[in-house]
């Protein structure tokens, strides 16, 4: 059995698991998606396939492109999620550091704003950007926990924010969680 951490925040709770985002059956799962809202690998390719991809792809076509540091919502189609929630984490070598960090803070925040509007109980998301885009996780993980505890401490939803986690970014995201608690 691997280790759920987890943190109350008022009436929400945010989780730490380590896993695979497509078999989460939650309101929504977020995909680490590109500006295009096209198909690409890592998380998204998984989520493309487990999806549907011809389905998937003809309604992220429908609510593309998506900027940086933004989120746009499709159906789950074959997923257990009903929902997936596209949100384009930065490419960390294209901006200044800083700028990276707004960004990548901007696209969790968008997604959970996006839930709230659709009314939506509980989300999983990956770590963004920490792939392909090459954002460092180790400068990750303590920004993205704190905007997480900060959005939800705001806002009171939703009740359920779960971080699923790779088994590579797994180990980082404890440590800033512990971290953080300390
Ligand atoms: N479940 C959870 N996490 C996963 C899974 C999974 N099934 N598979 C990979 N990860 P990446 P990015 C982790 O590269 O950096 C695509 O082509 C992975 O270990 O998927 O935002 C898009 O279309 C890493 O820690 O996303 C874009 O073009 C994290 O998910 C581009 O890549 C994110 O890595 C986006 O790159």
Redesign the pocket.
């Known amino acids: 059995m691997s280790e759920t951490l987890s943190l109350h925040i008022g009436q929400s709770r945010l989780e730490l698991i380590e896993?695979?985002?497509?078999t989460q059956a939650v309101d929504a799962i977020v995909n680490?998606?590109?500006e295009a809202l096209?198909?690409?690998?890592?998380?998204?390719?998984?989520i493309f396939r487990a999806a549907g991809v011809d389905q998937l792809q003809r309604a992220c076509n429908a609510v593309a492109p998506c900027p940086t540091g933004e989120a746009r919502i499709t159906p789950g189609f074959a997923l257990p999620a009903r929902y997936v929630i596209h949100a384009v984490?930065p490419i960390f070598n294209l901006y200044a550091p800083e700028e990276a960090d707004r960004l990548l803070v901007s696209a969790y925040h968008s997604s959970l704003a996006l839930a709230r509007q659709y009314g939506l109980q509980s989300i999983a998301f990956?770590?963004?950007?920490?792939?392909?885009?090459?954002?460092p996780?180790e400068r990750a993980a303590p920004l993205v926990l704190r905007a997480l505890v900060d959005d939800l401490r705001l806002h009171q939803a939703p009740a359920l924010v779960r971080m699923?986690?790779?088994r590579?970014?797994f180990p980082i995201y404890r440590a800033a969680l512990k971290q953080m608690q300390a």
Not at 19 to 22: E, L, S
Not at 126 to 135: E, L, V
């Open positions: 896993g695979d985002i497509v680490a998606a590109n096209q198909q690409g690998g890592g998380v998204c390719g998984a984490g990956p770590s963004i950007a920490t792939g392909i885009y090459g954002f996780v699923v986690l790779w590579d970014t």
